[in-house]
T-cell receptor, first 113, second 111 residues
Framework: GDSVTQMEGPVTLSEEAFLTINCTYT??????LFWYVQYPGEGLQLLLK?????DKGSNKGFEATYRKETTSFHLEKGSVQVSDSAVYFC????????????FGQGTRLTINP | KAGVTQTPRYLIKTRGQQVTLSCSPI?????VSWYQQTPGQGLQFLFE???????NKGNFPGRFSGRQFSNSRSEMNVSTLELGDSALYLC??????????FGQGTRLTVV
């Protein structure tokens, strides 16, 4: 079945450090890929998305490129801030068939000043 | 444009009771999905409704049910609550096949 695997957390970095959170997927069709962020006590917010191979999604300094050859969608940011502390979820959704999101297990990110 | 609204935000129920959660999607969105979030199982898909019809269902027991009204508002119901049903229940709405927008969730605690 369709699945998403994220790098295990938690991840702790210092402010202004470079961030990478790995995400790989398995899908039977051609998925759209997403990164969602969840702040404490909140729901999920869409951070960025990519709908086809080689697309790059970007938002708030975060980027991720849809790599079909490696079935990956790694999240990167060049210089993290304390306010980036949250849980990050990689997810896929198939355009055809079931309109549901399949999530990775989430990666808790803590940024220290 | 108002976002996805879920009510109530917090609920405490006793084992064996039933509960109904409500979700109002973004105006114009006809698809509403429900997800359960727990520390152990993560985010799991419950079901999706589109134009008042259940279009997809996840792997949950029949105690979990839902419905959608003509104005696209949706409710989910859990009967005969168990301790393991304690979770954050998230509702998401979408207008097309790609991104979904989530509400803040309803935190259900079963005691």
């Amino acid at each position: 079945g369709d699945s998403v695997t994220q790098m295990e957390g938690p991840v702790t970095l210092s402010e202004e450090a470079f961030l990478t959170i790995n995400c790989t997927y398995t899908a039977t069709g051609y998925p759209s890929l997403f990164w969602y962020v969840q702040y404490p006590g909140e729901g999920l917010q869409l951070l960025l998305k990519a709908t086809k191979a080689d697309d790059k999604g970007s938002n708030k300094g975060f980027e991720a490129t849809y790599r079909k050859e490696t079935t990956s969608f790694h999240l990167e940011k060049g210089s993290v801030q304390v306010s980036d502390s949250a849980v990050y979820f990689c997810a896929l959704s198939l355009i055809q068939g079931a309109q549901k999101l399949v999530f990775g297990q989430g990666t808790r990110l803590t940024i220290n000043p | 444009k108002a976002g996805v609204t879920q009510t109530p935000r917090y609920l405490i129920k006793t084992r064996g009771q039933q509960v109904t959660l409500s979700c109002s999607p973004i105006s114009g969105h006809r698809s509403v999905s429900w997800y359960q979030q727990t520390p152990g199982q993560g985010l799991q898909f419950l079901f999706e409704y589109f134009s008042e019809t259940q279009r997809n269902k996840g792997n949950f027991p029949g105690r979990f049910s839902g419905r959608q009204f003509s104005n696209s508002r949706s409710e989910m119901n859990v009967s005969t609550l168990e301790l393991g049903d304690s979770a954050l229940y998230l509702c998401a709405s979408r207008s097309g096949p790609t991104e979904a927008f989530f509400g803040q969730g309803t935190r259900l605690t079963v005691v």
